[in-house]
């Protein structure tokens, strides 16, 4: 039986040697841009979800962030600390960051990593909801957020003094200072780099002591839906302004003309998706105040002449709102002057030919009615001694002659108008 089998042995080995190869375990991947948010969370929680429904061994967040909001961050925590399969946070591709919130998302890691020339840090917690706060409540909020950040990084077994220090005096570490900190655990080129780099090690999940074998496991893209991706885009401060700026003129526009509807279902949508993403963004009421007051004032510019003080009033307080909006250090949660200026500029220009507009209407000679018919040329029909009648713009008029007496077929000019009779003038060289 023995020598039976024995010309089957070297399939056998071979089976066996590719049987680890097919055991491998995918390990599923997530890219996360820019502001943590509600749309952040759910993205994160469905990613963990299904790494685990399919089996991953491993789940990558590809992270660049320049923070966001506090409320969304501290959830997305608890998943990664919660999870039951090994959470791994990459900082990357090379250029990008981990501000702010991104500093708790990826010091609760499992296995925290960064790419070349990408950064960490800045991690002090900002109010919002606009307003100022007082000195005491600001204490409070970033005592909880240093202890936070302290309880984070002992979990993890990293720098919890560095950690402390981010929250309290918002410092902020390169690639390969956080590597030498103990803040990260390694570099990486890229995810492939990463992947070989973590294989064989060991990390501790609410589920027991995980080994990673991921040297050669195919990567599982988590796919993000349309739904999810136009909610992270209209949460991108400059899309939100954009999209405020426009439902607030949209809706000028459908009041200024009742029955268009168009402009003012564009300008609803537009305001109602804008207070959606203020929800997550940290708003300063102050520059929402300015804004709105703003608009106010090139409304009301068309309505009173002002020689051009109202427009002025109104784009300078376009200008202050529109920096003021956001309430945040951080330049991804601000809006770029490269949105502003064009923004500003294009409401301030709409208002000013509208104004434009009003005012060579306001001086321009009437050509229809009563006040029209002032300085037109006509003939007489009849003798006006002083009364007759006269063919003016196609019509005939009952005319009384004043400054003498016009003969038939005379060219007649309009001086005045009482009720149905027109005054005229002989109107020579005309």
Do not use: C
Not at 100 to 113: C, E, K, L, N, R
Not at 164 to 190: F, G, M, Q, Y
Not at 204 to 232: M, S, Y
Not at 273 to 284: M, R
């Amino acid at each position: 039986m023995t020598r039976f089998l024995i010309p089957f042995l070297p399939l056998a080995l071979v089976v066996l040697g590719l049987a680890p190869a097919w055991a491998v375990e995918p390990v599923a991947l997530i890219q996360i841009d820019g502001v943590i948010s509600p749309v952040t969370l759910r993205l994160v929680s469905m990613a963990i979800d299904r790494a685990q429904a399919e089996k991953a061994q491993a789940l990558i967040i590809q992270l660049d962030t320049p923070g966001g909001l506090e409320r969304s961050m501290r959830a997305i925590v608890q998943r990664e600390l919660g999870a039951e399969l090994p959470v791994i946070v990459f900082v990357g591709p090379t250029g990008a960051r981990a501000a702010s919130a991104g500093v708790f998302i990826t010091m609760a890691a499992h296995v925290a990593a960064m790419a070349p020339a990408t950064n960490i840090g800045a991690a002090h917690p900002v109010a919002v909801g606009g307003g100022q706060i007082d000195k005491e409540s600001a204490k409070k909020i970033e005592n909880d957020a240093a202890a936070f950040a302290r309880t984070i990084a002992t979990q993890r077994g990293r720098n919890a003094e560095w950690a402390e220090k981010a929250v309290r005096a918002s410092v902020s570490a390169t690639e390969r200072e956080a590597v030498k900190l103990k803040v990260v655990d390694l570099i990486a080129e890229n995810v492939a780099d990463l992947l070989v780099k973590i294989d064989g090690r060991t990390v501790k999940t609410v589920k027991g002591p995980v080994t990673l074998r991921t040297a050669e496991a195919p990567i599982k893209k988590v796919e993000i839906g349309f739904r999810d991706r136009f909610l992270t885009i209209i949460t991108d401060p400059n899309i939100a302004y954009i999209l405020m700026m426009v439902g607030m003129l949209g809706l000028f526009f459908e009041l200024s003309n009742p029955g268009v509807i168009l402009p003012g279902v564009l300008g609803g949508i537009s305001l109602i998706l804008a207070f959606f993403a203020f929800q997550t963004l940290p708003i300063n009421y102050a520059g929402l105040l300015l804004l709105l007051f703003g608009v106010v004032l090139l409304i009301a510019e068309i309505k009173v002449v002002s020689q051009g003080v109202l427009s002025i009033g109104g784009i300078i307080s376009l200008l202050l709102g529109s920096m003021m909006l956001f309430d945040a250090p951080e330049a991804g949660i601000r809006v770029s002057w490269w949105v502003i200026l064009p923004t500003v500029g294009t409401t301030a220009g709409f208002f000013a030919f509208a104004v434009t507009a009003g005012v060579r209407a306001l001086f321009q000679t009437p050509s229809t009615g009563a006040s029209g018919m002032i300085g037109q040329v006509g003939v007489a029909r009849s003798p006006l001694d002083p009364a007759g009648e006269v063919f003016i713009q196609g019509e005939h008029w009952r005319a009384v002659a004043e400054g003498g007496a016009v003969a038939e077929g005379e060219p007649v000019k309009v001086t005045g108008i009482d009720g149905l009779t027109l005054k005229v003038t002989k109107a020579t060289g005309s």
